[in-house]
């Protein structure tokens, strides 16, 4: 009997070990769970990251936004061609000055906002944007489209062109999460600037910059609209006491023949803002009179017509600013 109860004893005893080693045998499909709550642990973060909130410091004020924001309204074409580069949608464009190598927002999958001067305040409250980019042909209209969503002032400041541009472009970058992609850009703008303004430097040449409008010229010096070719490119000024502003000083022909510089540079309002090109007639023509003609730059093959859909449209975008580099390297001799 005694011999029984010791035999059931040691069967009980077996049970309850291999119950308890199959426990434990267990524990790593537990721990496997374990991980895949980890990886939605992992997602929340990123959930997180979405929904952040984030304030931006511009000219104007601050904004405060989510981060990658989805309805996106922007006026300003060099802000656009980054938004473009970067691949991030854009909802809202003022299609009626659009340049031709941003015809496809001319789409109509893409709400016209107005014009760049005239927001459609109406049409753009509708939208219910994220987020508004505007430059300085928007300005006066930043409180009211303030009201409607952040609005982030990105126009370039002339007067320390590269820190400006450079500054906006890390400004989209962290607003989309794209600061990678933005210094990657960065990095090849800087390079082609670095040739150029070697090899402008290395020239020694003088260089005078002008606007042709309606068969008159006006002249831009270093840290104006234009300035970015003597204080980015690296062309010495031809003139150093033309004034500072946006709109250029008003000069004559006789004034530049008078200043006889190297190189040239000219930018074509016309060609730019009219709706039939055709229309239109070269600023070559007007451009290359007698007294011009009388120029080194004329007589050496040194007057250069910028194109102006990046000089006077848009600018300050890192397709443009590509470009305009790219355009002027490609030039100089």
Known sequence: MNK??????????????????????AAPATQTSGAGASTDATKAPEAAKESE???????????????????????????????????IEVTGVAQSSVPPYLEKFKDAKYKNIGSLKEPDFEKINAMKPDVIFISGRQQDAYEELNKIAPTIFLGVDTSKYMESFTENMKTLGTIFG???QVDEELAKINDSIKQ?????????????????????????????RFGILHDVFGFTPVDKNIEVSTHG????????????????????RDGAIATNKDAVSPAKKVIENDLIKNTKAFKNGNIIYLDSNYWYLSGGGLVSTANMADEVLKDIK
Do not use: R, W
């Open 249 to 268: 000083q008003s000069v004559s022909f006789e004034y530049v023949a008078e200043k006889d510089p190297d190189y040239l540079f000219v930018v074509d």
């Open 196 to 224: 150029l303004n070697e090899k402008a430097t290395a020239s020694g040449k003088n260089a005078l910059i002008i606007l042709a409008n309606e068969g008159k010229i006006s002249a831009y010096s270093a840290g104006s």
């Open 53 to 87: 909130e984030i304030t931006i410091k511009h000219k104007l004020g601050e904004a405060k936004l989510k981060k990658n924001p989805q309805t996106v309204v922007a006026f300003d074409y060099g802000v656009l061609d980054s938004l473009d580069k970067l691949g």
């Open 4 to 25: 029984k109860f010791i035999m059931l004893f040691m069967a009980v005893l077996l049970a309850v070990f291999t119950a308890a080693c199959g426990s434990n045998s």
């Open 178 to 180: 794209k600061e990678a």
